[in-house]
């Protein structure tokens, strides 16, 4: 049967098949297969799998022992004595990740809370690395704003070949000097060399060779290279001109997108900050659990005080109650001993407390939660009354803050990118120009022809093309302009406006922190002296009630207020301790005052070997004054970590105990008197923690800190948080950018 036989057949099956369909779809049939074809998917999409990865575990993690609890209360290696500085150190070493507290709240209550933010928010939580992330990204980072102006070199090479039949008659004359079939092989090879430069000028210079085959009958050589090489450049005359605008919108910049050098370097010093606000913020955390865990300890030997005087009140009722004495009845026995139960619950609790407490420390210091130790601060809090002078604290914490020094980046950036945005208000006129010798022949390079070779006829000079022109575009109305400028004046303005407010609120905090630093010192006095009042009733009521001229209840209530006293007492203390540390940590001294400073940690080794090579370059060559191509200053200087320290000189003032500095106002409160904070009487130890040392009242002074060092990572490849000495080179290093 013929095919076409087939085709009314099939155009009938199809019509059928389709109205039988009708518009349902339809799946397809298999010769083969079971037809179970859900099995391969159902419920394998959205399975959860676990990533092929490994990352090694920290030791600390590993090597975790079972937590101290009040079941478990001795510690299999004793105490751990650390001082202030020691346990700095310790958390700075182990500072990769700049831990904080949050969650976390200390109060006379006890430690509450538990420290949640690498848990919920990872990338949150500043790390050593984040500098070197932001100076190294390929986008944003401060060596790719420098890559635009670095030279491109721009490379082709191509080859064609050609086999088209042409409608000519071989009979005719014309087929003598056109073949009916036009064959040609065509190659291009070219190199361009170009760089934009920071005033705003493309150069280039490009080199094109050439080579053509055909059968054309009227060429002079059946092949033939042609060759040129030119030199060009095109200036912004208007928009785009200029060193400053380059360096702040960068090349091929449209109205509000820039990311100059300028721009990017800025936000490689708002990374800096960020970075030593987090480090602030971990010594800040770190200190406050160290004064209370160090309270923590003061809040156990008090509530084991109150237990042991209410045990021995106790056994003393119970003794008088078995001789039968008048003061032994049972309602008083029963009191004494529910009010021994009490404090032994207290005591209780304030061992879990301490040991909550020393876990947040031990989070803050970057260790595992137990290692058969329990730390032990044994550096004293200060006690000396401080004061700090208000014109001084006003302007040392609008200088040194780091949130202000940050908004104040951010503003000096909407300033420059104002700058730029009305640089687009000007036309696009561009001056070209460019220069190209031309040869040809058919060799490129020898030949033994006369005028053959294409290099020569181009070095030659003799055929020669230049041409200089201006392109203008000027769009109507200027409406994405104008609009760009509009919204940096706006932006300009909300930077500022949030730069006062700002301030305004630091004056609110640092005034607050003041306030508090005399409150907590006065109550510190009064809790005291209170100890002191406290002190002389329970011991009158004891006299009295041995006289039998008193109740029982009274005496057991003037020893419960002796231990809330003595409690109070030393949380006021802490108190103190802990709002002079946040008044340097709003100010923006608070590393300084814990001998800690920043510096940029070690680079790789071929780092420092392209540095040496580059220097030595550099220095061979000749000095050029690149003045003219510098931009308006944008920035001071770096930031001084350390302050000069302030002695006292034969002009200043002492008087009654006080030292008084003429030109800072500072006063410094010397111990005088029962009004003081005097030394605390060393209280009983907990039978179960050996915690035998007394605490005595010497304050390490601040001259005598030794100075440590948080290094930031050169690059993200280092693994290096250094922490050493450096009183004897405080210096600061910091990597500089050439621009």
Not at 552 to 577: C, H, K, M, T, W
Not at 583 to 605: A, F, I, M, T
Not at 623 to 651: C, D, E, L, W
Request: aromatic letters at 10%; one cysteine or more.
């Amino acid at each position: 049967m013929r095919f076409k036989t087939w085709i009314p057949i099939l155009l009938v099956t199809g019509l059928f098949t389709t109205w039988a369909a009708g518009c349902r779809p339809q799946q397809p049939v298999y010769l083969t297969g079971t037809g179970d074809t859900r099995s391969y998917y159902v419920g394998d999409a959205l399975r959860e799998e676990v990533p092929d990865t490994y990352v090694e575990s920290l030791p600390e993690v590993t090597g975790a022992e079972a937590p101290l609890t009040l079941s478990n209360q001795n510690p299999s290696q004793g105490t751990w004595d650390l001082t202030l500085q020691e346990t700095i150190r310790i958390a700075l070493e182990n500072g990769k990740v700049l831990r904080n507290l949050g969650g976390v709240a200390f109060s006379s209550g006890g430690t509450q809370g538990n420290p949640t933010a690498l848990l919920s928010n990872p990338y949150g939580v500043g790390t050593i690395y984040d500098p070197a992330l932001v100076e190294s990204d390929p986008r944003y980072g401060v060596e790719a704003a420098l890559s635009a102006f670095d030279g491109q070199l721009d490379a082709s090479a191509g080859w064609n070949k050609y086999d088209e039949p042409q409608n000519i008659d071989p009979s005719s004359l014309a087929a003598l000097s056109r073949p009916t079939v036009n064959q040609s092989d065509v190659g291009t090879f070219q190199a361009t060399i170009s760089k934009y430069a920071a005033t705003g000028t493309t150069f280039y210079t490009r080199l094109n060779n050439g080579y053509e085959w055909s059968n054309s009958a009227s060429t002079q050589w059946s092949s033939d290279w042609t060759s040129y090489v030119e030199a060009g450049f095109t200036q912004a005359l208007l928009r785009g001109r200029g060193v400053q605008f380059n360096r702040i919108a960068g090349p091929g910049a449209i109205p509000g997108y820039y990311n100059g050098v300028v721009i990017a370097r800025i936000t490689a010093d708002k990374a800096l900050i960020d970075f030593e606000m987090g480090v602030r913020k971990m010594v800040y955390d770190v200190e406050e659990a160290y004064w209370n865990l160090y309270y923590a300890y003061r809040n156990l030997q008090t509530t084991m005080s109150g237990r042991n005087a209410a045990h021995a009140t106790w056994n003393k009722v119970h003794a008088r109650m078995e001789a039968g004495h008048s003061q032994g009845t049972r309602q008083a026995e029963a009191q004494a001993k529910s009010q021994f139960i009490q404090y032994r619950a207290y005591t209780e609790d304030a061992l879990n407390n301490l040991y909550k407490t020393e876990n947040a420390l031990r989070y803050m210091m970057g260790i595992s939660p137990s290692d058969g130790r329990l730390i032990k601060p044994i550096d004293e809090p200060s006690i000396a009354r401080i004061t700090f002078d208000w014109e001084e604290l006003k302007a040392e914490s609008l200088n040194r803050a780091p949130e202000i020094r940050k908004q104040k980046w951010d503003v000096k950036q909407r300033e420059l990118e104002l700058i730029a945005s009305r640089n687009f208000l000007l036309p696009q006129l561009d001056l070209q120009a460019n220069y190209r010798f031309n040869g040809m022949g058919h060799d490129l390079i020898q030949s033994n022809r006369h005028n053959s070779n294409a290099y020569a006829s181009m070095t030659s000079g003799d055929y020669a093309n230049w041409n200089m022109g201006l392109n203008l575009t000027i769009p109507f109305g200027y409406r994405k302009e104008l609009a760009g400028v509009r919204n940096a004046e706006m932006t300009l303005t909300r930077a500022r406006a949030l730069l006062q407010e700002q301030e305004l609120e630091m004056m609110h905090n640092i005034s607050d922190a003041q306030r508090n630093i005399d409150r907590n010192y006065i109550l510190a006095q009064d809790h005291f002296n209170r100890r002191l009042a406290t002190q002389e009733e329970v011991d009158s009521t004891a006299a009295t009630y041995e006289a039998g001229k008193t109740t029982l209840d009274q005496l057991l209530d003037a020893q419960r207020r002796l231990a809330e006293a003595e409690s109070q007492y030393f949380r006021s203390i802490v108190d103190y301790n802990v709002s002079i540390t946040k008044l340097h940590y709003l100010k923006g001294s608070l590393l300084e005052y814990d001998g800690v400073y920043l510096s940029e940690g070690p680079w790789p080794n071929k780092a420092y070997f392209d540095a040496t090579r580059l220097a030595r370059q550099r220095d061979a060559g000749k000095k050029i004054n690149y003045g003219f191509t510098r931009p308006q200053v944008f920035s001071q200087g770096p930031v001084q970590q350390f302050q000069i320290p302030r002695q006292p000189q034969a002009q200043d003032v002492s008087y009654q105990g006080e030292t008084f500095f003429p030109e800072s106002g500072e006063v410094i409160y010397e111990q005088q008197g029962a009004e003081n904070i005097p030394t605390p009487a060393p209280a009983l130890s907990y039978p179960q923690i050996p915690y035998q040392q007394q605490y005595q009242q010497t304050p390490l002074p601040i001259s005598e800190r030794e100075n440590l060092s948080v290094r930031t990572a050169g690059s993200p490849q280092t693994n290096n948080t250094a922490v050493g000495t450096a009183r004897s080179n405080p210096i600061v290093s910091r990597k500089t950018v050439q621009r």
